[in-house]
């Protein structure tokens, strides 16, 4: 086994996102019946990762988990033809997670949207990264214009 662990701090911002994702993921698996730290703890065991418990990807999960239900009800209104229930787990999360910085960071929304369809590429349902990308599309016209 390897014992060399894959250092946080050298994870590019995509590597980041998708270990956010994972994080995100693996709550919902269980429910949210396990505890952040306990998480984190697993995917540093598991892959050889570093990651602080203290670091901004941990606040990021958490915010989000905490917000869940404020999240789903941010983009509700703009699933036209479409049931909430209906919606894959990874197209849901990553819809929050791309809400969630689009309300709560300064990144630009194109980077936003980017990441969010490179993400449903990745792990969403098959062709989940069109419908992310219009959801999204709509919910930035829909927010007020940053100065």
Same mark, same amino acid.
Request: charged content about 25%.
């Given at each position: 086994?390897? %014992?060399? !662990?894959?250092?946080?701090?050298?994870?590019?911002?995509?590597?980041?996102?998708?270990? @956010?994702?994972? !994080?995100?993921?693996? $709550? %919902?698996?269980?429910?949210?019946?396990?505890?952040?730290?306990? !998480?984190? &703890? #697993? !995917?540093?065991?598991?892959? +050889?990762? &570093?990651?602080?418990? +203290?670091? %901004?990807?941990?606040?990021?999960?958490?915010?989000?988990?905490?917000?869940?239900?404020?999240?789903? %009800?941010?983009?509700?209104?703009? @699933?036209?033809?479409?049931?909430?229930?209906?919606?894959?787990?990874?197209?849901? @999360?990553? @819809?929050?997670?791309?809400?969630?910085?689009?309300?709560?960071?300064?990144?630009?929304?194109?980077?936003?949207?980017?990441? $969010?369809?490179?993400?449903?590429?990745?792990?969403?349902?098959? &062709?989940?990264?069109?419908?992310? #990308?219009?959801?999204?599309?709509?919910?930035?016209?829909?927010?007020?214009?940053?100065?």
């Amino acid at each position: 086994m390897n %014992e060399q !662990l894959i250092s946080f701090n050298a994870l590019s911002q995509r590597d980041k996102r998708s270990l @956010l994702f994972h !994080l995100l993921y693996a $709550a %919902e698996s269980y429910e949210y019946q396990t505890s952040i730290e306990s !998480l984190v &703890d #697993n !995917l540093n065991r598991g892959f +050889d990762f &570093d990651i602080p418990m +203290d670091s %901004e990807l941990v606040a990021t999960a958490t915010a989000i988990i905490e917000q869940r239900d404020t999240l789903d %009800e941010q983009y509700k209104p703009l @699933l036209t033809n479409w049931r909430f229930d209906r919606l894959g787990v990874p197209t849901k @999360l990553i @819809l929050r997670y791309a809400i969630w910085e689009l309300l709560n960071t300064n990144t630009a929304h194109t980077v936003i949207i980017n990441e $969010a369809i490179e993400l449903a590429k990745s792990f969403g349902e098959k &062709d989940s990264y069109k419908f992310i #990308n219009g959801i999204l599309d709509e919910m930035i016209k829909k927010l007020p214009q940053k100065p």
